[in-house]
Every structure is written in C-alpha cells, then in structure tokens.
C-alpha cells in the first residue's frame, strides 16, 4: 500500500539532493550548535555528539556539562561551558542561567541524553523548554526527562524528537492521542500513525519500527531501511540531524532524512 505523503528513501541515496547540495562551504555560515548533557558517571553521548557535529562541518559547537565533568573532559572538546551539578551529578535547578545563555547564543540545541535521572535535572529541563524558542532536537533519556511536559514538547515548533519505539508509545499516551502504538503494528500502520500526528502537531518525529528509520513532519513521511540501531542510541543519527537541519532551518524533514544517509 502506498500513500501520497509517504516517500521511501534508499540507505545509499538521499532522496534530497539539494539539501546535501546546500551544506555550507565556510564555517562562517555553517552555524552554530549548543549541546547539553551528560552526568557525573557518563558524557559519551555527549562527546559522540561533538565529534560528528564537527566532522558535518558545523561551523560552531558548544557543550554545557554539568561542572561535576570539569576534570574528565578530555581536550578535544574544546569549547565547553560548566553548569552547577545536584548530589546526583546532574545539572541541577541552578543550571538555567547557563542553559539560556547557551540557546541565546546558538542557532540550534541539541539535548543529547546521559542527563541522569534526577528530578531536579528534569525540573530545569523542562524550564529550558519554556524559555528557549529555538530550534531544538531532543533524544534518548533527554526525552524520558521531561516525560511530564510532554504536551508543551508536542506542541513546540521547531522541534525534532529522534524517539525509540517505546518513548513514541509513551508520548501518544501521555497526550491521549485516540491511535494506539503496539510492537507488533504494520510498518504501514505506524507511517499512517505519525503522518496524522504531525498533521496534528508541529512536532517532527524520528522513530526505529521494522528495520525502518521512519521521519515525519507535518504530515509527510520518509522511511528508510535501517540496520543499524546503535547509531541511534549512541546518538549519531540525532547529532547528524542537527548539524544537517541547521543549514536547512525551515525543512527539518528533508534535513533529518539526508543526514541520515550522508556520507562524511
């Protein structure tokens, strides 16, 4: 069964190619990418994240950790800027001043995940969604985080959730959307799920079902074949799609749907 908002992009192909053609030649002009997270036993979603911002060819980077980080970061990531940490080793209440200060200066945000599991953390989270009207790409436990704002995340523009199966479950039932998700769903029945749901909010969704990388906004769908879940959960895919939507501010679809399949 086909559908006229359904494309299907090959792993080896964007079906994009101007998006990939309009990456910027000069740093100058490529943007400029803040990135938050990580906690005291963890920051290697963070430091992923680094690295593959800066080989797209993001013209800036800067990362906010919590200051309990300052001695394990190591010097390739040079541009770091330090937030008070809670007992738990996460970013605590008193963070938010640095958060918004980091979203006035970039372009783009990037919650990039290992944030911990503290309620405070999750508190100045969810303030960093209400102040900051940017673009912003949430993933992995950045989105567990702020589980209890779920229908200010929805209802934000300029917003790119990169979801696991089980966190898109999550997100339909904390806001009573009528469709249940279920594992065992058609890949047909999931891409009719998200095109109504981006049609009904501005959202746009990234989500893993059947061997599929599926990308949905504002009702269009791109499916790509995907074997490779790690590059998910690591961050890679969120990290790219960042980087790739910076340049293509006002076609989050087209940019997450290229990056994905960039080679660099």
Do not use: C
């Not at 963070?95 to 990037?110: K, N």
Request: glycine share 6%.
């Amino acid at each position: 069964m086909d559908f006229d908002y359904w494309k299907k992009q090959s792993p080896d192909t964007p079906i994009f190619p101007d998006v990939e053609w309009s990456k910027p030649e000069t740093k100058t002009h490529s943007g400029k990418l803040g990135i938050i997270g990580g906690n005291k036993l963890g920051f290697a979603g963070v430091a992923e994240a680094y690295s593959i911002a800066i080989k797209s060819g993001v013209g800036q980077v800067r990362v906010l950790l919590p200051d309990a980080l300052k001695k394990a970061i190591p010097k390739t990531i040079s541009d770091t800027v330090y937030a008070p940490t809670n007992p738990s080793g996460s970013l605590s209440k008193d963070a938010i001043a640095e958060m918004v200060a980091l979203g006035a200066w970039a372009d783009e945000v990037l919650l990039i995940g290992d944030a911990g599991r503290s309620s405070e953390t999750a508190i100045v989270y969810e303030q960093f969604l209400q102040s900051y009207s940017g673009k912003l790409v949430v993933t992995r436990d950045a989105i567990d985080l702020v589980k209890n704002n779920t229908q200010a995340l929805i209802e934000r523009p300029n917003t790119l959730l990169i979801a696991s199966f089980a966190q898109l479950q999550k997100i339909f039932q904390a806001v009573y959307y009528p469709k249940v998700l279920t594992f065992s769903m058609q890949l047909t029945q999931l891409i009719e799920a998200v095109h109504k749901f981006t049609i009904t909010y501005p959202v746009s969704i990234a989500v893993l079902h059947k061997d599929y990388l599926i990308i949905a906004h504002d009702g269009q769908v791109v499916s790509t074949e995907w074997g490779n879940p790690m590059a998910i959960w690591r961050g890679d895919v969120a990290s790219k799609a960042a980087a790739y939507w910076l340049w293509n501010p006002t076609k989050p679809l087209e940019a997450a749907a290229t990056a994905i399949v960039a080679k660099f």
